[in-house]
């Protein structure tokens, strides 16, 4: 068993630097954090993409007309290769795919706050409030895309940085623990 945790210990703490060095590098350079994971996700498009063609190639005949993986593998690649042509357009489009999306899920919260204004629930106010905020931190992210998109980038390294020290805290606190129980010593 004192293998077994002196393993754990080891592959807790490797990838709790390997988050803090990723949250480190994403609060530093945002920017360049983004277009590495847009051509990332590019390439496994493309990747996915020659998968399917390949799948398609090595159909039975009688199977190709259902199959979608034609279409599917042709999609994927023109995909990939448009995000890693030009990861730029990609950052710019995506924060406003996402603030497209808040505002329709926070004009269903309004319609559902309308439908309860006449019933004894009080929630109406506090869900129409929350559609309010939502349409506005999404104008936010219309008027602003790529600063929005770098200052999520960032929140999401501060929060790996803050996962990782608390995973190494946890992980030394837990051995410690479990040293001083089974009197294994250091």
Not at 31 to 44: A, E, H, N, R
Not at 95 to 102: E, M, Q, R, S
Not at 118 to 145: D, S, Y
Request: aromatic share 10%.
């Amino acid at each position: 068993m004192k293998e077994y945790v002196k393993a754990y210990e080891k592959m807790t703490l490797v990838n709790a630097f390997i988050m803090l060095i990723v949250g480190i590098i994403m609060v530093l350079f945002p920017f360049k954090m983004m277009s590495l994971l847009i051509t990332i996700i590019s390439c496994f498009l493309v990747a996915d993409g020659v998968y399917h063609l390949i799948h398609y190639a090595f159909l039975d005949a009688h199977l190709r007309p259902y199959s979608s993986d034609l279409l599917i593998g042709v999609f994927s690649i023109i995909l990939g290769l448009v995000m890693g042509i030009d990861p730029m357009h990609i950052m710019m489009v995506l924060p406003l795919v996402f603030a497209i999306w808040i505002v329709m899920k926070a004009l269903v919260k309004i319609q559902v706050s309308f439908m309860l204004v006449g019933t004894l629930e009080v929630k109406w106010a506090f869900l129409f409030l929350e559609a309010v905020v939502e349409i506005l931190f999404a104008g936010i992210m219309i008027l602003h895309p790529l600063s929005s998109l770098l200052s999520v980038t960032m929140i999401i390294g501060i929060l790996l940085i803050i996962m990782a020290i608390i995973e190494i805290i946890e992980t030394r606190l837990v051995i410690k623990r479990l040293t001083q129980t089974n009197g294994w010593g250091s």
